[in-house]
């Protein structure tokens, strides 16, 4: 990439709250950005953004639509998978959408030559699904993030040696829908947090669970 390039990133899951967000300032800042929404032909506040914005179809737990994302998406330098859904929702659903699409998803733009090494791969997952100091069930929600975070430290060595650079991303509790209004970040507050986090992504990040703040979190 030329230093003249555009830059690409790739928001999975971009309708509202943090994905939302993501895509609104990475567009300030002049990337071409590629965004997902289950409804595309309805695409809301996504339809009003100024920039080089394509959204795509998208529901994570499909796989055709997955593998054509991965092939039409071009190029891209940065993912980030936001996609994921909160309580109230049964199990299987949950864990289909919160623990194997993300996986899903960076291994279909692998395999589809989308990221080319040095690409950076981010996969929002929760402090909730941190197994460390917790006693009893995490509840549906908090074990499907902790399936994501032991999957994805099984695949992270394969990826690393495909010259990804990926980590698991803890974005803070943050007032969004999923998150609330009682929450203690706002999504401005958060996404430039987690944007600063990626730009400064190295080969010594890889593997590891990270806020968006920039702290290393315990697994």
Request: aromatic letters at 6%.
């Amino acid at each position: 990439m030329t230093i003249n390039q555009p830059r690409r990133v790739l928001i999975i899951g971009a309708s509202r709250g943090i994905g939302f967000e993501l895509v609104r300032q990475y567009l300030s800042e002049g990337w071409e950005v590629r965004a997902t929404t289950r409804t595309p032909d309805h695409p809301g506040r996504l339809g009003k953004l100024s920039g080089d914005l394509t959204i795509h179809p998208l529901d994570v737990r499909d796989s055709e639509q997955l593998t054509l994302l991965a092939r039409s998406v071009g190029h891209v330098d940065v993912a980030i998978h936001n996609a994921g859904v909160g309580l109230r929702i049964p199990r299987a659903e949950m864990m289909a959408v919160n623990a194997d699409a993300p996986i899903s998803a960076v291994e279909a733009l692998l395999d589809a030559g989308a990221m080319a090494p040095g690409g950076k791969a981010v996969l929002v997952t929760s402090q909730m699904g941190a197994r460390r100091g917790r006693e009893g069930s995490l509840g549906d929600y908090g074990d499907s993030k902790a399936a994501l975070n032991d999957e994805f430290r099984q695949r992270a060595p394969d990826w690393a040696a495909r010259g990804l650079i990926a980590i698991v991303l803890h974005p803070g509790w943050v007032r969004t829908d999923m998150g609330g209004s009682s929450a203690t970040l706002s999504v401005e507050a958060s996404v430039a947090g987690i944007r600063e986090l990626v730009a400064g992504l190295t080969e010594s990040h890889h593997g590891r669970f990270w806020t968006w703040d920039g702290r290393e979190h315990p697994w």
